[in-house]
């Protein structure tokens, strides 16, 4: 979960590294330096502030054709100099940056330990550096390819060396790595974010893949020194798109444009005049569709909500039961998978360990996965049988959420596809889903509209200690989203719960000083919730509501109010869920916390 970078070509290599570096840092934030490969002096310079750090203490007139950079998310040792990367060889010619883990590194240190090799740091990483000097005859690339034959576990790995310093060295296994192609320069990236400004060109590195890059082109060969050739392709991101564009936070920005992303979600896949759905990106005939006999969705955090959330609508709209499984426990439960049940993988990132090893393993079995993610090429892309892009463009905040109405919103057509392929709906009822889908920006806009309001709500509710979100139904996997989005970006105690399970143990927890969010819009459960709210303020606590605009009488209960538009309820969680984003955005605010970069966690989690 860390971001890596490297860059070579006539550019200034300190400016580009740096800059490009500050467009990872989503990735993690505990630690951060540089490698600047300069002939026979490599410069080395590391952090524990924020990458803007990195600009006062690398001095500007450092020459370097190649070098590399790292933003660190610790998983080996603290955050510290010591621990910051690039790692370096008992000579100092050799670093190396690292995003994954290595996990025979024990073994390899001891190994080298007992060679003579001094280690400085607690890291896995600084293993392979040692490895490389070790098998150094004067050719890296080969060095590199002894070393890294021998290296288990996940690695996306940059490299320079000072007496090739106009190479860089790239290494991808299990870690995400892209390449950039620019005009007399090259970069390579965890994520094509860090050089989009720079370039569209992109081109992907496969797992067992390394490359040798100059300002000259590219050569890449697998792990024996075969070569290999790999596609170049273009990005579809508008880079106007990766700035914080006058909001105060990314987060803020990035809830702002829901209308648009839910929008873009929607663009060519449904035609509200016409009432028909096309996802035909999936590649699945209707003999195939019309075989699965259940579906499993699997997910983490947040996605793992719009999972739930996906779940109800397939099985409102088809005749599939479904399961929704959290990644990292669904590929360790033992189950017989058979070859008519669909997989939906869902990762914003596409790079989420977890999910991407359930994937794998499923597809090997000869099952169908979708995977729905919002980042181009990404590994779960590669990995699935057939992908639906978010089209969401990036999100840069670490709490996900254009993301999550944009997965909800493509869950929904993916539910109405299926329905469609297998005759579960009338074409009147098809059209009637449609229109409402459409409706969503527009109504989204209307509850962005309230932000002063939600604001001041927060402000009331800043200094809590705790939060509950109960919900029902349809709206259950949205408190347990707003629950998910307060604690980890206003570091409050917060659970989620369905509505119905309050009076089988948690109301016990119930006083004045822990204000409950009531999910209670509109839907055939509405009843039940109001009386779920009526136990609670019946204990004196306070409940926030978040209700339909035509509801009057909830006025009469609590004073406490947020109305979101009338809408069915398919949408109206997304309507709610974007009052919960703002609602934990403003509580953060209150609390001066972090909002982009909350402690401890990082946008990409590609490791298990
Ligand atoms: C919460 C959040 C995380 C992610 C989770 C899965 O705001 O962002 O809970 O949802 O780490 O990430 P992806 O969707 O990239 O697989």
């Given amino acids: 979960m860390c971001g890596i970078v490297g860059y070579v070509g006539n550019g200034n290599t300190r400016d580009m590294l740096i800059d490009s570096l500050s467009m990872l840092e989503y990735r993690g934030y505990d630690s951060a330096g540089l490698a600047l490969a300069c002939p026979d002096d490599m410069k080395v310079i590391k952090t524990t502030e924020m990458i803007s750090k990195l600009k006062e203490i690398v001095p500007s007139s450092i020459y ?36 994954g883990i290595i996990e025979n590194y024990q073994e390899l240190k001891e190994r080298l330990i007992q060679n003579g090799h001094l280690f400085v740091s607690e890291t896995d990483t600084e293993v392979i550096a040692h490895l490389i000097e070790e098998y150094y005859k004067g050719d890296t690339l080969t060095a590199i390819l002894e070393t890294v034959r021998q290296l288990a576990g996940s690695f996306a790995l940059l490299i320079v060396n000072e007496d ?3 190479k860089l060295f790239a290494v991808k296994k299990d870690s995400p790595l892209v390449l950039g192609i620019g005009e007399g320069q090259y970069f390579v990236a965890s994520d094509a974010t860090a050089f989009a400004k720079y370039t569209k060109k992109v081109l992907y590195l496969k797992d067992g893949d390394a490359a040798v890059i100059t300002k000259a082109g590219v050569y890449v060969c697998d792990f024996n020194g075969i070569r290999v050739v790999r596609p170049i392709q273009t990005l579809e991101w508008n880079t106007e798109e990766s700035g914080v564009c006058g909001y105060a936070h990314y987060m803020l920005k990035e809830i702002h444009e829901q209308p648009k992303s839910l929008n873009d979600a929607m663009i060519a896949r449904i035609d509200a005049l016409k009432g028909t759905i096309d996802l035909s990106e999936l590649n699945l005939t209707t003999d195939q569709i019309a075989r699965f006999r259940r579906v ?20 409102r709209l088809t005749d599939l039961p479904v399961s929704v ?49 919002n980042v181009f090429g990404s590994t779960i892309t590669r990995e699935a049988s057939s992908t ?14 254009k993301t999550f109405t944009s997965q909800v919103m493509v869950l929904y057509m993916l539910a109405l596809y299926l ?128 209700a339909s605009e035509s509801d009057n009488s909830i006025d009469q209960l609590t004073k406490l109010v947020i109305k979101v538009p009338d809408a069915c309820e398919f949408t109206s969680p997304i309507l709610s869920s974007v009052v919960l984003q703002l609602l934990s955005y403003y509580t953060a605010l209150y609390r001066g916390c972090p909002i982009d970069k909350p402690r401890n966690l990082a946008k990409s989690v590609t490791v298990e």
Wanted: with cysteine; net charge neutral; hydrophobic share 40%.
């Fill in 325 to 373: 499984e959290i990644g990292s426990e669904f590929r360790y439960a033992s189950r017989l998978l058979t070859q008519d049940t669909l997989i939906i993988a869902i990762s914003q990132s596409g790079e989420t360990a977890d999910t991407i090893a359930a994937v794998k393993d499923a597809v090997q079995k000869g099952i169908h996965v979708i995977a729905i993610t």
């Fill in 64 to 99: 370097a054709c190649a070098g590399i950079g790292h933003t660190r998310w610790a998983t080996h040792g603290k955050p510290s100099d010591a621990n910051a990367h690039p790692h370096q060889d008992c000579t100092h010619r050799i670093a190396v940056a690292h995003n």
């Fill in 296 to 315: 499993i969705v699997v997910a983490c955090g947040t996605s793992y909500h719009a999972g739930l959330l996906g779940k109800y609508a397939i099985e």
């Fill in 164 to 166: 090739e310093p106009d």
């Fill in 419 to 546: 329905s469609k392929q297998r005759d579960g709906l009338s074409p009147q009822d098809l059209k009637q889903m449609i229109v409402s889908l459409k409706s969503v920006p527009q109504k989204v806009q209307q509850v962005l509209e309230q932000e002063s309001y939600i604001n001041e709500m927060s402000r009331l509710f800043a200094s809590s200690g705790s939060f509950f979100f109960i919900g029902r139904n349809m709206n259950y996997p949205v408190a347990l989203e707003g629950s998910l989005k307060i604690k980890e970006i206003a570091y409050v105690f917060s659970e989620g719960f369905a509505a119905g399970e309050l009076k089988h143990g948690p109301i016990a927890l119930i006083t004045t000083q822990v204000p409950v969010v009531a999910i209670a819009t509109r839907s055939p459960t509405y009843d039940k919730t109001i009386s779920n709210i009526k136990e609670i303020m019946a204990r004196d606590a306070m409940v926030v509501a978040i």
């Fill in 388 to 401: 639906i892009y978010m089209h969401a463009g990036p999100e840069i905040g670490v709490a996900a959420t």
